[in-house]
């Protein structure tokens, strides 16, 4: 037991040095921190003192450390168009609303395209919703860490599932008119903290496609809970 207790702390001592050794990517700032706060000194001691409850807790510390990072601890800013072909229908802001009329603020962008054309993920990200929701109807909402959130909206099909993880350009639904709709479009939305911004600068990787975004046509609008 004393010689696997010797093998385990000299293979913990090993890992730090190497940890700390190394620049710090993004990805590891938290585990690299971590193994900092743990006293080195004190795991050449277990083995003299033949302290079993300290070796563990010890061990069970570097077990912690060598998990990933928690999915809410990682942040993904949405920078892409979440359709390949579209035109921009309706813009965020305030305007006269397509359906109940009047002027009521409008919390994403309308993008139309013909019912079918794929929906992708703008940014990595968990699934936290992936139903119908009220008005919105066939709809899907991710989380991307810092209570960024991106949503869409009147999806004909929806192609994830909630709890599960995308990644950036994976394919999550298909364009419909379900809920409170005019046409075949995507409602698309980004939020903060709850609070809905502007999406359009999060649409875009290049100035060609931004001018593309903000490129108006004729297609289908969207209203309700938007």
Same mark, same amino acid.
């Given at each position: ?35 900092? /706060?743990?006293?080195? @000194? ?10 079993? $409850?300290?070796? %563990?807790?010890? +061990? *069970? ?68 919703? /992936?139903?119908?929701? @009220? ?10 860490? $810092?209570?960024? %959130?991106?949503? +869409? *909206? ?73």
């Amino acid at each position: 037991m004393a010689t696997k207790r010797t093998t385990l702390a000299l293979a913990i001592m090993s890992a730090g040095l190497t940890i700390a050794a190394a620049p710090a990517h993004a990805g590891e700032t938290n585990t690299a921190a971590a193994v900092g /706060a743990i006293d080195m @000194s004190k795991v050449s001691g277990v083995t003299e003192k033949g302290d079993d $409850a300290q070796f %563990q807790q010890l +061990f *069970a510390k570097w077990e912690e450390l060598d998990r990933p990072a928690p999915a809410q601890a990682v942040v993904s800013v949405p920078s892409r168009m979440p359709l390949d072909d579209t035109r921009l229908t309706s813009d965020y802001g305030m305007r006269t609303h397509p359906v109940l009329g009047g002027r009521r603020s409008h919390n994403g962008v309308d993008l139309a395209a013909p019912t079918g054309t794929p929906i992708y993920a703008t940014a990595d990200g968990y699934v936290s919703k /992936a139903e119908w929701f @009220s008005s919105y109807g066939k709809y899907v909402s991710i989380e991307h860490g $810092a209570d960024l %959130q991106t949503r +869409f *909206a009147h999806m004909s099909d929806i192609a994830v599932t909630s709890g599960t993880r995308v990644k950036k350009g994976q394919l999550i639904g298909y364009v419909g008119s379900t809920g409170r709709s005019t046409g075949p479009h995507l409602h698309y939305e980004v939020r903060i903290a709850g609070k809905p911004v502007n999406p359009v600068p999060y649409m875009v990787e290049s100035e060609a496609q931004r001018a593309y975004a903000l490129a108006m046509g004729e297609g289908g609008q969207g209203g309700g809970d938007e």
